[in-house]
């Protein structure tokens, strides 16, 4: 792209958070914008939502899942996959864990496990909530009535990546699920009042810059509160274990992206980023991000928890991750997020 085009959209963008499709399209698929655009994204994270990092602990509680994603580690089919599941005090225990090691927020992510019904999953919210944490869910499908229990016993929040907005592509890589069905799941989440996270992935075969760019305006038409995206980063125990991990130069363009579009939304640098480059959460939350979310999930569930290969500081303890980020985001110069770090709204 020509230097003056590239200048007057990244400017466009940060100044009126608007883009066309095609616009958006040709800076995702300009390797020579990255700079510029992460600088323009970090000035947008700066005045939006500020220099604090926000944490929010990851319990991983079970790894049964009865969908079948064809780049996903605990899809039903993947014979190799350990299986565990914590029970209901082991699950309150790592929140205690989590709130004395200095987390505000913990997110509770599982496989699609239908032993954890809304029944049994609200008991347990209503425990976590008592510690006074604010609660994320991240467990996939659910009828609109179970995810009003879910809200009803307390959880704030809830994450749920469209994966992608190409609706024959989402449809071939998640066998037996539903475009359809995944968008009125978010507009459920929405209508009942939790701050809903969406995202996709970057680098899944088939997909194109056209769509990515159509992905941000989908966050940005649902105002979503929080977008996190992840590159691929291919498990050779399923389907998709012979593609190209997500290109990280892309990813960064991505996240800055996001910022640029969705100036006050709450964006992590992911796991599967650091996975596939070490240092590149420091990298993404000068590109726009603002959460990282360290796993306080212990000993032999942290391990089999393996959506992919090589996840980062899988071997670490969860008082270690917490000194080691907090460590990381001061050096930076940025501080750690005191309250709950919910969604700001200018
Ligand atoms: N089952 C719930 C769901 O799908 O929404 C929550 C857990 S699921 C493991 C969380 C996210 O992991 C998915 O939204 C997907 O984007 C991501 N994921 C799965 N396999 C991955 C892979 N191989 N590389 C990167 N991210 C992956
Ligand atoms: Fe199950 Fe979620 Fe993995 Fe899909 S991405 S197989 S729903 S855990």
Request: proline share 4%; hydrophobic share 40%; with cysteine.
């Amino acid at each position: 792209m020509e230097e003056q085009t590239r200048r007057s959209l990244i400017e466009r963008a940060e100044s009126k958070h608007r883009l066309a499709r095609e616009e958006l399209a040709a800076l995702l698929a300009d390797e020579g914008a990255e700079e510029e655009m992460a600088a323009a994204a970090d000035r947008t994270r700066r005045a939006y939502v500020g220099d604090e990092v926000h944490l929010r602990g990851l319990i991983e509680f079970s790894s049964y899942c009865k969908q079948n994603c064809l780049y996903c580690g605990l899809r039903r089919d993947n014979g190799k996959a350990e299986r565990f599941r914590l029970s209901r005090a082991e699950i309150v225990a790592l929140a205690e864990k989590a709130k004395a090691a200095g987390y505000p927020t913990v997110v509770m992510q599982s496989g699609e496990d239908a032993w954890f019904t809304a029944e049994r999953l609200a008991e347990i919210v209503r425990e976590v909530k008592r510690l006074g944490l604010t609660l994320t869910l991240s467990v996939g499908e659910r009828t609109r009535d179970e995810y009003r229990l879910l809200r009803e016993a307390g959880a704030d929040r809830f994450l749920l990546r469209i994966e992608t907005t190409d609706r024959a592509l989402y449809e071939r890589l998640d066998p037996g699920m539903s475009f359809e069905n995944r968008l009125r799941c978010l507009a459920d989440l929405k209508a009942l009042g939790y701050e809903v996270g969406t995202g996709c992935l970057v680098g899944l075969p088939g997909q194109t810059v056209d769509s990515l760019a159509a992905d941000i305006l989908f966050f940005q038409s649902i105002d979503a509160d929080m977008v996190g995206i992840g590159p691929l980063v291919p498990n050779g125990d399923t389907p998709l274990g012979g593609e190209p991990p997500g290109d990280m130069r892309l990813v960064r363009r991505v996240v800055s992206a996001i910022r640029l579009l969705l100036p006050e939304a709450n964006i992590p640098a992911t796991t599967a980023m650091e996975t596939l480059q070490p240092g590149a959460r420091e990298l993404m939350l000068r590109s726009g991000a603002n959460v990282v979310m360290p796993n306080v999930t212990e000993g032999e569930a942290r391990r089999k928890y393996a959506l992919y290969p090589g996840k980062a500081c899988v071997a670490d303890t969860p008082d270690h991750c917490r000194a080691c980020m907090e460590g990381r985001i001061r050096a930076m110069g940025r501080t750690v997020g005191k309250g709950a770090g919910g969604r700001r709204r200018a």
